[in-house]
């Protein structure tokens, strides 16, 4: 399985990198699939809504009325016909390009079986909408298609007659047909609709509509297709002869032609096998969890920033519970946790500076604490070879995470920005390269994004603007792009070798615990930063 | 910076890509069947008779029964297996004994068979025996089909017309 996510990913980025230099990160096609699909979707409602004023149920009036909107009123219905087509096949592309870049950047199992899980029924339902759909319009594709499909589901033990001896010859078939199908292909994508709610249910800030630029890039794209290639009918049924000949749409029946070479119940096999496998594959391993975020409510003061920027909406703000004049406290959800320690990078108690005995903050990870990351930065910054001296605080996803002597965490905005500052202040490196995920693939999704915010000014905790900003890098880079990585870093490193960002090295101030000093401690905030 | 050469070159780049998926909406074409072929469909839904005649009941088996069930008659449910032959020019092309369908058998046989065959003619017999006889048809039919290429000739069974059906 690692082995099939590597060469997946491989691919991934490879693609992904003209469409990031063409578009730029925050308006790649790829990063936003999910939105599109929603897009896409609701192209597909409205045509269909439109269509639907002209469509007839009828055996003789379906077709008429479908090719009446196609060639007499091309101009709007036409064209509303071939959105619908498209956008159909293009939300199907962009399911299955979904499903596999969740699998090769490995964002599937873990807390996110949840969103996986939910989202193969998704699978079912699109196909179920788009088949229904091709019934619909009772040309030879359709007949075809209801052929195909009833013999599929005759081969099931269930039905006491054969529902294709409709499709066969005449006389059989009756216009309530139609009026089934109608509603089937109403009633279905209202199910794919609810599906695709509970699907994006857990997930913080999911991204439903695409960047307003490449919503409307693709629907020009989209309504310059159609009127390239309007979706034509492929001729009227005729019951008396066999639709052996169709141009199919292969991203909808892809399946069908299978059932002629290898046999209907090979096919159901498959379909059982393709279901229960992909919707066991968050256990295929299952993910290896870190200790989730604890909340040490001495150092909290209910601030929210935590639950505000959590991914994965694993923190919410409840009742005090204790003495402290707070109104609320936050509150970790260990089940929806990742551990990615973004609450912590939010947390306005993380920070190096506090002289508290044991450096503690309102929420912290067991396993990646705030104290062992200032141990961990302090360690590696002993450590850096001679002038110019930078640490690199790395994304253990992105590019960096393999390099030798970079502090490497789970996310890159686990790092509090008062990190940093510590770190320039106290002259324990001349630059510091925050080195995070590629952009348009962040691991936790939003770690990019607050980091660039934080850094900018623009999210609480800010950067401080004493902290100076051309001794700071941020790299981007996926973890297979190692060599994209010591390229930027080799840049930052040749930018800040010269002389007036060399600052004379300086002795590092001890790090004395407050208690020690003045027996307090802040319960939040960070009262106790040293300035530089 | 977005410029409008930019924007222009993600047009493009998307259009081609929707392009793309627009070609393989419709292409390409599928064959089910080679050129120059027909379909002859064997597809027909009949019961055939019970698996046992009805026994009368003796005045002793129905004094056991339960007041509010006893019947003069015992006829169970289950029926025969359908035995149909279809011979297609000197050439046996089905034979099969068909089940009844449903949990407790009861339910009529059913069949959906087909055949591809080059175009051309064919003399067609298609015969079925749905009660005890053990051998022997109850009901037959033999025709002469001129089978044209994709043509679909369906061979049903209509009790309600006499018998079997060509069309």
Excluded at chain 2, 40 to 62: K, N, Q, T, W, Y
Excluded at chain 2, 69 to 78: F, H, I, N, T
Aim: a positive charge; one cysteine or more; hydrophobic letters at 45%.
């Amino acid at each position: 399985m690692g082995t099939i996510r590597r060469v997946l990913r491989r691919g991934f980025e490879l693609i992904e990198r003209p469409f990031d230099r063409l578009f730029g990160p925050a308006l790649n096609p790829v990063a936003q699939l999910g939105a599109l699909g929603f897009f896409f979707f609701w192209i597909v409602a409205v045509s269909g809504i439109y269509l639907f004023i002209f469509f007839d149920t009828g055996i003789e009036r379906a077709y008429q009325s479908v090719e009446h909107l196609t060639t007499d009123h091309w101009f709007h219905a036409g064209v509303m016909r071939s959105l619908h087509r498209y956008a159909s096949d293009l939300m199907v592309v962009m399911l299955v390009v979904h499903v596999l870049r969740q699998f090769a950047y490995d964002q599937y199992r873990g807390v996110r079986w949840f969103s996986w899980v939910t989202g193969v029924p998704l699978i079912f339902l699109l196909y179920a909408s788009g088949i229904t759909g091709y019934w619909l319009v009772w040309d030879r594709l359709a007949h075809y298609v209801a052929l195909v499909s009833s013999e599929l589901l005759d081969w099931l033990p269930i039905f006491g007659e054969p529902i294709a001896r409709n499709f066969i010859s005449t006389g059989t078939l009756t216009s309530r047909f139609f009026t089934l199908m109608v509603f089937m292909h109403i009633a279905v994508p209202l199910f794919l609709l609810f599906g695709m709610w509970i699907h994006i249910l857990r997930i913080s800030r999911p991204k439903v509509n695409p960047p307003r630029l490449l919503a409307v890039l693709s629907l020009l794209a989209v309504v310059g297709v159609a009127l390239w290639k309007p979706a034509v009918s492929q001729g009227h049924v005729d019951l008396a002869r066999a639709p052996v000949e169709v141009g199919l749409d292969w991203f909808y029946l892809p399946l069908y032609p299978l059932t002629d070479s290898w046999g209907k119940g090979a096919v159901w096999g498959f379909l059982g096998a393709f279901f229960v496998i992909i919707g066991m594959m968050p256990w295929l391993p299952p993910l290896r969890r870190a200790k989730p975020a604890e909340v040490d409510l001495a150092h909290c003061n209910g601030c929210a920033r935590c639950a505000e920027d959590c991914p994965y909406e694993a923190i919410r703000m409840v009742p005090r519970t204790d003495s402290m004049a707070f109104l609320t406290e936050a509150q970790v959800n260990a089940s929806l946790c990742v551990s990615c320690g973004i609450c912590m990078g939010a947390c306005p108690s993380s920070s190096p500076f506090r002289r508290t005995e044991e450096l503690r903050t309102g929420i912290d990870l067991p396993d990646h604490s705030l104290k062992a990351l200032r141990e961990r930065a302090l360690a590696a910054a002993a450590a850096l070879p001679e002038a110019p001296r930078v640490l690199t605080l790395a994304c253990e996803h992105g590019g960096a995470a393999q390099q030798p002597g970079v502090v490497a965490l789970p996310c890159v905005a686990m790092a509090p920005p008062s990190l940093i500052d510590f770190i320039l202040s106290r002259d324990l490196a001349d630059g510091v390269a925050v080195a995070g995920c590629a952009e348009s693939a962040c691991y936790h999704r939003l770690g990019v994004d607050w980091t660039r915010q934080r850094f900018a000014g623009e999210r609480d905790p800010y950067l401080r603007a004493r902290v100076p900003r051309e001794r700071i890098a941020l790299i981007w880079t996926s973890a297979l792009a190692t060599r994209q990585f010591e390229r930027e870093l080799a840049d930052f490193r040749a930018r800040i070798a010269a002389p007036p960002h060399m600052a004379p090295r300086r002795q590092a101030a001890p790090i004395v615990p407050a208690s020690v000093q003045n027996g307090t401690s802040a319960p939040a905030a960070a009262a106790e930063e040293v300035p530089s | 910076m977005i410029t409008p050469l930019r924007i222009c070159g993600q047009l493009v780049v998307i259009a081609a890509l929707f392009a793309t998926v627009a070609v393989f909406a419709d292409w390409p074409v599928y064959r089910q069947t080679p050129p120059g072929t027909g379909i002859v469909m064997l597809s027909f839904v009949h019961g055939a008779d019970r698996r046992a005649e009805c026994r009368r009941l003796s005045p002793e088996e129905i004094a056991k029964l339960p007041p509010n069930m006893r019947r003069a008659q015992d006829c169970p449910r289950g029926r025969r297996p359908l035995y149909v032959e279809l011979d297609v020019g000197d050439q046996v092309a089905y034979r099969a004994a068909l089940p009844p369908t449903g949990i407790a058998g009861d339910g009529p046989s059913r069949v959906y068979q087909r055949f591809v065959l080059p175009a051309g003619q064919y003399d067609v017999a298609v015969r079925m025996r749905d009660t005890p006889r053990p051998e022997g048809f109850d009901h037959e039919r033999m025709g002469r089909v001129a089978l044209g290429p994709d043509q679909m000739f369906v061979i049903d069974f209509r009790s309600e017309s006499g018998g079997f059906v060509f069309r």
